[in-house]
């Protein structure tokens, strides 16, 4: 590199160059620049997430009664499943700081197995993550949304939640999804709901002991406003549209359609910067493996990258305060 | 590089014998502040429902152990603590200048637009 440089005869001033005031060199330096970019772009879809909660407060969510589900097991599990996220994260920041380390030392093999267990422990937050956005999708009670496109939920009268599958009278039914193929080819629609409104307006006036959940937060206990007989009974019949189950761009069961898109729009973005992650820390293995870094003296390609992926693992420590614990 | 590293941590109460036992135990430093989240936010304990700044404590404290974890990634996992201390505030009060300003602008306007839709003429559930 040396021999490239002119000598401008200013060597020993302070302006001259060839000093590093930072101590650090241009790559890693600009790695540091690039995160603080990156995230100042989280800030804004943070802060914006904010924004909508903030002007939706009543009626956003609450996360335990959304993310609920251990793969695996039935049943009623909040916090769980994420909680292992985050430590399986946080876990693979830790092989990663020591491949970092390891590379300090000039130690390939050790490097090598460190790198190799930060990409498996990639490979398994993405594979939870699509778990999450599955069970997501999918939902599990179904719901009933309103003309303000809000949503309604059913309990019974202990205020557990009950599934619309539970109580909707089933009728014969003559509407077919409409397809592309066999109709108008430049129209469809999504897949039709397994229950028409009519049919859970039937079944709720059949069962005597179901209520209608709002999705407004009572101030005091902090749980969702659940009304008496008569005022659900009301409530559906005169502000309920549609049938809703889980979760798309324009309606979901849990609540306000921007709760569903900011989580897709969030961690999808999140899960992205994974995926990259994990793209970039196969590379840095296979480097590794091929000597590389041995041949060019230095594993500062490991640290560069590592930054990165603890910045991943950064963003996620606030995704996981705000989408499931605030 | 290896023997640079600052290996005191909680300003020198715990300090360390090698890089490596740090990284060890900064993470379990960390697994317990998300242990204690996570009770936190299973059980929501009555105490912390009240409010403080307009906030919620629970929430307060989930932030404030939220940025101390962030500290920790930052300062050990990411090395901030072995860099010179002009490249630590470029990047750190950057960065926390600039959040701290979107976050106040932001939330600020959410919270208008909020009262806009408790207070005024604007119907949006019906």
Not at chain 1, 194 to 215: P, Q, R
Not at chain 2, 82 to 106: H, K, N, P, Q
């Amino acid at each position: 590199m040396n021999t490239t440089v002119a000598d401008t005869g200013t060597d020993e001033k302070t302006w001259g160059g060839g000093k590093e005031p930072l101590k650090a060199s241009y790559g890693k330096l600009m790695m540091w620049f690039f995160i603080t970019s990156d995230a100042l772009t989280f800030t804004g879809f943070l802060a914006s997430y904010g924004f909508s909660r903030f002007k939706f407060a009543e009626i956003w969510p609450i996360a335990d009664d959304v993310f609920t589900h251990v793969p695996f097991i039935h049943g009623n599990y909040p916090m769980i499943f994420v909680a292992f996220m985050t430590f399986i994260l946080i876990m693979s920041s830790v092989t990663m700081v020591l491949a970092v380390d390891a590379g300090h030392k000039m130690d390939k093999a050790k490097t090598t197995i460190y790198m190799f267990l930060t990409v498996i422990g990639g490979f398994i937050f993405l594979s939870s993550q699509a778990y999450e956005w599955t069970t997501f999708i999918k939902g599990e009670y179904g719901a009933v949304g309103t003309h303000g496109g809000n949503i309604i939920h059913f309990v019974d009268t202990d205020g557990n939640r009950v599934a619309l599958k539970d109580f909707a009278i089933g009728e014969p039914k003559e509407r077919t999804q409409h397809l592309g193929k066999n109709g108008l080819w430049f129209t469809s629609e999504s897949s039709l709901p397994s229950y028409t409104f009519d049919e859970v307006v039937a079944g709720f006036e059949a069962n005597e002991n179901i209520l209608v959940k709002t999705t407004y937060t009572d101030k005091e206990t902090g749980h969702k406003t659940i009304l008496s007989r008569n005022e659900s009974l009301k409530e559906l019949k005169t502000k309920g549209k549609n049938v809703v189950e889980g979760a798309n761009l324009i309606q979901n069961e849990y609540g306000p359609p921007l709760f569903a898109n900011y989580f897709f729009f969030i961690t999808g973005f999140h899960g992205f910067h994974v995926s990259i992650g994990v793209l970039l820390n196969i590379i840095i293995f296979f480097n590794v493996i091929l000597g590389t870094y041995e041949r060019r003296g230095s594993y500062e390609m490991v640290e560069k990258v590592g930054l990165y992926w603890h910045f991943v693992d950064l963003v996620w420590v606030f995704v996981f305060t705000f989408f499931y614990l605030v | 590089m290896a023997d640079t590293h600052k290996l005191e941590i909680f300003r020198g109460l715990v300090k360390f014998k090698s890089n490596t036992q740090k990284i060890w135990g900064v993470l379990i430093f960390l697994s317990i502040v998300t242990a204690i989240e996570v009770v936190l936010g299973i059980y929501k304990p009555e105490v912390l429902n009240g409010h403080f700044m307009g906030m919620k404590i629970l929430n307060w404290i989930f932030i404030i152990l939220t940025i101390v974890k962030a500290y920790y990634i930052t300062w050990d996992f990411m090395h901030m603590r072995d860099e010179t201390a002009s490249l630590r505030r470029m990047v750190v009060w950057t960065g926390v200048f600039l959040i701290c300003y979107i976050i106040f602008i932001i939330l600020q306007e959410g919270q208008y637009v909020g009262s806009v839709f408790t207070n005024g003429f604007v119907k949006h559930d019906f």
